[in-house]
């Protein structure tokens, strides 16, 4: 668990109260978190993701490329007929997912990153009668920016419905709501 933010004295209760609840070990300042690195001054936070790119430059085997000043060629227009298909489809995947992760840290690169639509695209759907104790449906819904997930949900709607027709409409506006 990370604790942070500005009130130590509440920072330091917080510890003490779970420490009461739960087996827990203080680790200190935050220094590495899901590829992110945390440098600390007296005033300061620096974030750096600088391991996490080298890493993904040696997956993909560009650890001995040339750097150029542009990430991509000028007026260049892609297409997704152009080109020649790729012999590792399942790696450019990942490579493009990492260099998405990457961007927490680097916005400059999100322009190259996003060539694909970014159209935020939102998907619903509902069980009717679905909980055989309550016969409550469930919500199920997700949100895609161009291609990758970056929110989904599951949960069980609050109602009875009437009809499948209802739970579905239930779970457009669930849906709907969390967009909002």
């Not at 690169?109 to 069980?127: E, G, N, T, W």
Request: contains cysteine; hydrophobic residues 35%.
């Amino acid at each position: 668990m990370i604790i942070t933010g500005d009130d130590l004295s509440g920072i330091k209760e917080l510890k003490t109260f779970l420490s009461q609840q739960f087996e827990m070990k203080d680790l200190g300042h935050l220094s590495y978190f899901l590829g992110l690195e945390i440098t600390h001054s007296i005033d300061e936070l620096y974030i750096t993701q600088a391991k996490y790119a080298s890493k993904l430059l040696s997956r993909a085997g560009l650890t001995d490329s040339k750097t150029v000043d542009t990430l991509v060629e000028l007026n260049a227009h892609l297409t997704p007929s152009g080109g020649k298909p790729l012999s590792n489809p399942s790696l450019y995947r990942r490579l493009v997912g990492s260099l998405v992760y990457l961007t927490v840290t680097c916005p400059e690169i999100s322009y190259i990153v996003h060539q694909s639509p970014l159209i935020l695209r939102a998907f619903s759907d509902a069980d009717w009668a679905g909980d055989p104790t309550d016969r409550r449906p469930t919500t199920g819904y997700c949100f895609l920016l161009g291609s990758f997930l970056v929110s989904w949900r599951s949960k069980k709607q609050t109602h009875v419905a009437h009809s499948n027709i209802e739970a579905e409409y239930r779970a457009l506006a669930d849906t709907t709501f969390e967009l909002l």
